[in-house]
């Protein structure tokens, strides 16, 4: 299980919108580690939406409250070199298959506004994780960061998810509305062969990329089915 760990967290607002990326994502666990605001004030709760639960919920505490879990991963924006193996992070993607694991208890640090978690804090970690931006403007939004990791944990869990009930075409499927594209293709007239061989091969590329889902594939269907009567 993973706990959202916010290290001396310096504005409401940041706190109340971690707290709406959280739910977006389904973890509800969220420890404060001495805030320097109130994470049930006003602007927090305006900010988090309809996550209000997750900041009503959420702990409060010192440092100590972090020796209870059996991992700690870190947050950084700032890179070392090779030899600086306190700053050799993974990337999100790269964390997330250890991390989705429900078996650790593990708590994933981010750091304050201003300066993220200083070097005791990071040396602390078990796990380190870094998020690729550009060179120069690297530090995002406290929010930003959170939901970055937590939809690559999430991915990486596979839990199902607002599109879970999607269903796309399978390569069989495909094959079948290509037969109906030459079906339609044959009786047309093109001033060469290689011209009506292009189409072939123009609308084989087309539907061997494209990402149909089964509802789209049915429609196509019909379509053509339409066209033959």
């Avoid at 739910?23 to 509800?28: A, H």
């Avoid at 305006?46 to 409250?65: E, N, P, Q």
């Avoid at 991963?73 to 694991?101: Q, Y």
């Avoid at 293709?185 to 990329?209: C, N, S, Y």
Wanted: aromatic share 6%; net charge positive; with cysteine.
């Amino acid at each position: 299980m993973t706990t959202v760990v916010l290290i001396e967290p310096e504005k409401e607002e940041n706190i109340g919108r971690v707290a709406r990326v959280m739910k977006n994502f389904g973890f509800t666990k969220l420890l404060l580690i001495s805030p320097k605001c109130s994470h049930l004030g006003t602007k927090a709760m305006a900010l988090a939406s309809h996550a209000d639960d997750v900041l009503k919920k959420a702990k409060v505490g010192g440092k100590d409250a972090l020796e209870g879990f059996d991992c700690l991963v870190g947050t950084t924006a700032i890179l070392g070199t090779d030899s600086n193996v306190l700053r050799s992070p993974l990337l999100p993607r790269e964390a997330a298959p250890l991390l989705a694991k429900k078996k650790r208890s593990i708590a994933l640090l981010f750091g304050r506004e201003s300066s993220g978690l200083n070097n005791e804090e990071l040396r602390q970690c078990d796990l380190l994780v870094t998020i690729p931006t550009a060179r120069n403007y690297s530090t995002m939004n406290l929010s930003q960061a959170v939901g970055i990791v937590l939809y690559e944990v999430f991915v990486a869990s596979g839990r199902e998810h607002a599109a879970s009930h999607i269903r796309f075409a399978r390569r069989k499927d495909k094959d079948i509305l290509l037969r109906q594209v030459y079906s339609a293709l044959d009786p047309m007239d093109f001033h060469t062969p290689g011209k009506k061989e292009a189409q072939r091969r123009v609308w084989k590329r087309i539907i061997g990329k494209s990402f149909l889902t089964k509802k789209e594939f049915m429609a196509l269907m019909g379509f053509f089915k339409k066209i033959r009567t």
